[in-house]
C-alpha cells in the first residue's frame, strides 16, 4: 500500500462535509474525488483538487484504495457492496446497513474481497468510553450487571429523509440507537439474551404491525445478556429535554460504577466519572476532538496495509438488537 491512500467521498452533507474537511486537515490521505447529486454540496467542498461526480460509477473506475460512505442510510448496503467488489476499502457512516442481514452481507463481501471495512462508530472513539473501557478492562467495576443508556436528541434531525422509514430504516432507534446498543455490547461482552422494547411516535405507542413504517420518535428497550446483566436503554428525537441533547452511558459492576454524561446539552463534550460506594472521581473531561477519530484510525491502518479484519462482525450483532427492537412489541 502507497503512504498515502487515495480516497474517494461519496455523500457530501453534515457528516460528509466535516469528515472529509478533518481528512484534508490530517494530510493523512489523498482526497482524489468526491461524488454527490448536488451541485451545491460539490461546490461547497474546498478540495480544489479532487474530482467531482454526481454518482458512485465513476468513482468506482478511479483506482481508489478506500471510500468514505456518508448518504442516507438506505444507500450504504448497496454503494457499500459496489465498492468492496471492486477490492476498494469502504468506511460508512453507521449503521451499516438498515437490518442485519444487509449488514452481514456488506461484511460477508468485505471478507470475500479481503479489504478493510469500518464503521463510523464514533462515540467509541471518545476519551469518555475509553475510559470506561480502561475502568472496566482493569477491574474496578467487577462483574458488570446493569447499564443505563441514553441519547435524546432535542432538536431531532432536520433533513426529510431521516422521517422516511425505507430510507432511514427508522427513527431514533437506528439513529441513535444503534451507538447505545454498540456500547452496551462492547461494555457487556455477553451473548443476547432477550430484548423488549416500547417505541412511540409523537406522544402515541406505535402499533407492532408498523414498526419501520412509521418512523418511532421515542423508544425505550431493555437488554438482557446471557451473563444476567441487563441494559436499558433510551432515545428519542424532539424530546422536552429541556435541553439540546441528553447523552448518557452508565456501567454498574459489583465494585464500582463508570458513567459517561454530556456537560451542559453538549454533543460533543463528555465526562465519564468512577463511582465507588457514594463518592466519584473524574475520569475523562473535555476537551476531547473526538468526532474525525474512527475514521482517522481507518485512513491509517488502510496506509498501513491492514486487510479485512473480523473485528467489524460485531455490527452484526449491533443489528440484531436493532432488528429486535423494532420487533419486540
Ligand atoms: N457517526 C455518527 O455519529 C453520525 C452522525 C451523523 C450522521 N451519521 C450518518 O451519516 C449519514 C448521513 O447523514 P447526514 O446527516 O450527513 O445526512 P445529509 O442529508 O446531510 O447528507 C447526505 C448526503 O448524501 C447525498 N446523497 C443522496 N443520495 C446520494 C447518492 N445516491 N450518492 C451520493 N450521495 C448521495 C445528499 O445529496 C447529501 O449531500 C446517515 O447514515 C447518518 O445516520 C452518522
Known amino acids: 500500500m502507497k503512504?498515502?491512500?487515495?480516497?474517494?467521498?461519496?455523500?457530501?452533507?453534515?457528516?460528509?462535509?466535516?469528515?472529509?474537511?478533518?481528512?484534508?486537515?490530517?494530510?493523512?490521505?489523498e482526497i482524489v474525488a468526491l461524488a454527490d447529486p448536488s451541485r451545491e454540496a460539490l461546490k461547497r467542498a474546498a478540495v480544489p483538487q479532487a474530482q467531482r461526480f454526481q454518482s458512485l460509477a465513476p468513482l468506482?473506475?478511479?483506482?481508489?484504495?478506500?471510500?468514505?460512505?456518508?448518504?442516507?442510510?438506505?444507500?450504504?448496503?448497496?454503494?457499500?457492496?459496489?465498492?468492496?467488489?471492486?477490492?476498494?476499502?469502504?468506511?460508512?457512516?453507521?449503521?451499516?446497513?438498515?437490518?442485519?442481514a444487509e449488514v452481514a452481507k456488506i461484511i460477508e463481501t468485505a471478507r470475500q474481497s479481503d479489504v478493510l471495512l469500518g464503521i463510523d462508530l464514533s462515540y467509541r472513539f471518545t476519551q469518555a468510553v475509553a475510559a470506561i473501557c480502561?475502568?472496566?478492562?482493569?477491574?474496578?467495576?467487577?462483574?458488570?450487571?446493569?447499564?443505563?443508556?441514553?441519547?435524546?436528541?432535542?432538536?431531532?434531525?432536520d433533513k426529510k429523509w431521516f422521517y422516511d422509514a425505507p430510507l432511514s430504516g427508522g427513527g431514533c432507534v437506528i439513529d441513535l440507537g444503534t451507538?447505545?446498543?454498540?456500547?452496551?455490547?462492547?461494555?457487556?461482552?455477553?451473548?443476547?439474551?432477550?430484548?423488549?422494547?416500547?417505541?412511540?411516535?409523537?406522544?402515541?405507542?406505535?402499533?407492532?404491525?408498523?414498526?419501520?413504517?412509521?418512523?418511532?420518535?421515542?423508544?425505550?428497550a431493555r437488554l438482557?445478556?446471557?451473563?444476567?446483566?441487563?441494559?436499558?436503554?433510551?432515545?428519542?428525537?424532539n424530546l422536552n429535554a429541556g435541553q439540546d441533547a441528553v447523552i448518557e452511558a452508565s456501567f454498574y459492576g459489583e465494585r464500582g460504577g463508570a458513567s459517561l454524561r454530556n456537560l451542559k446539552g453538549s454533543f460533543?463534550?463528555?465526562?465519564?466519572?468512577?463511582?465507588?460506594g457514594t463518592s466519584r472521581r473524574m475520569l475523562a473531561e473535555p476537551p476531547d476532538a473526538w468526532g474525525p477519530r474512527a475514521l482517522l484510525d481507518w485512513v491509517?491502518?488502510?496506509?498501513?496495509?491492514?486487510?479485512?479484519?473480523?473485528?467489524?462482525?460485531?455490527?452484526?450483532?449491533?443489528?440484531?438488537?436493532?432488528?429486535?427492537i423494532y420487533q419486540s412489541r
Open 60 to 100: 468506482l473506475k478511479l483506482d481508489l484504495d478506500g471510500l468514505v460512505i456518508a448518504t442516507p442510510s438506505a444507500l450504504h448496503a448497496e454503494q457499500s457492496i459496489a465498492a468492496l467488489e471492486q477490492k476498494i476499502a469502504v468506511f460508512c457512516q453507521k449503521p451499516l446497513g438498515r437490518t442485519a
Open 179 to 220: 451507538h447505545l446498543v454498540d456500547l452496551a455490547l462492547l461494555l457487556m461482552k455477553s451473548p443476547m439474551h432477550g430484548v423488549s422494547s416500547r417505541l412511540f411516535r409523537g406522544g402515541e405507542p406505535i402499533a407492532p404491525a408498523k414498526t419501520r413504517c412509521e418512523v418511532e420518535d421515542f423508544a425505550i
Open 300 to 324: 491509517d491502518r488502510l496506509a498501513a496495509g491492514a486487510r479485512f479484519d473480523c473485528e467489524v462482525n460485531s455490527a452484526i450483532e449491533v443489528a440484531k438488537v436493532i432488528d429486535a
Open 3 to 29: 503512504k498515502k491512500p487515495r480516497l474517494g467521498f461519496l455523500g457530501l452533507g453534515w457528516i460528509g462535509t466535516q469528515r472529509m474537511q478533518a481528512v484534508a486537515e490530517s494530510g493523512r490521505a
Open 268 to 276: 460533543c463534550d463528555f465526562t465519564t466519572e468512577l463511582f465507588q
Open 134 to 157: 480502561e475502568a472496566a478492562n482493569s477491574g474496578a467495576l467487577g462483574r458488570l450487571y446493569a447499564a443505563n443508556l441514553v441519547f435524546h436528541n432535542a432538536y431531532g434531525p
Open 224 to 237: 438482557d445478556f446471557a451473563s444476567g446483566a441487563t441494559a436499558q436503554i433510551a432515545c428519542s428525537w
